[in-house]
């Protein structure tokens, strides 16, 4: 680990590396859209290191580096087309014992119902849920208090699970 | 609430599905290699956001009708320098020429500066009308007005018309 005070080294920076990848997964549709966008994210990372001023605000830099770049990820694939979505034929088959189910349809679902959200919810949710970040961490990454990170993660999920009801009922 | 209970699920089954995955490959490796790689290189872009496209334009036509309605003061001084000249040196009966010989202007001028070297002779003498009938009042010299179609074409036609004020010059010697 670098010494506080001095800049992150790239293997600092790569001990987040899966919380990038479930971030990105978050914001695209499937695995190898997420794992392009998380090297995206550390190949930037690594031009703009000298910009970080201690080891302890590499994190919170890394998260918000990361959203930005999936954000404009995000608003390319809305105007040319989402990403195709996972076959999940081996998903189903890992977990669930080879029988089938209807989880591929319910995760259509849901990624309709989070890609429908208000950006800010939708930022929200997914750095609490998919990159599993401590709601000081959310609140330091979107520059925002955790009182409103709760509030919004709360109106997210009703949102999303209203969606889905829907949408199952319908 | 089930269905947020539901929501959880199903994150946490596509997450482990997905970092199985990403576990499985060799995401360090992959970014070594990039990183040893020379970095492809960017195609140009002038506009990396497309919504300045239509900004940029309205702002272009928005420059064109304000140069138009507004010419910069060193043409357009020059030009009108050049009128209050001419005006000075040039007769009634001169101008009046000037309006019944367009032939011979014609000849003199470029084939297309023929209309030019009219509209220029009538401008003249509507000039020195207004200053005939504003020194028989008593009142100041009035200034030309031309309107800004008048303007634009005076501003853009000046090459034609310095050649004209030329050919009047050469008439009026000879």
Redesign the interface.
Known sequence: MAEPGSAPSLEDL?TY??EI??LC?GFSRN?AV??DL??DV??RA?GKLGSVRSPEAAKVWLFRLARNICRDHYRRSRKVGFDPLDTRA??VA??NGGEPDD?ED??VG?KSSVEALPRKLREVLILR??ARLPYADVARTLRIKEGTVMSRLHRA??A???S??EVRRG | MDEIKDIDAIVDRESEEALRRFRAGDFTARLNARLASPPPRRPFVLFRKPALIPALGLAALAAAALFVLFPPGGRNGRLEAGFRVMTEALSRSEILMAIEAPTGFEMRSEPAGGRNIHGLAERLLRILSQREAASVEGQAPLRPLFSPKERFKILYEDRVILRVLTDIANLKET
Do not use: I, K, P
């Open positions: 790569l590396r899966e990848f479930l997964l695995a997420a794992e998380c090297q550390y190949l690594c081996d998903l890992a977990s989880f319910r995760l849901l849920l998919y999920r009703a999303v699970a209203r889905m009801n």
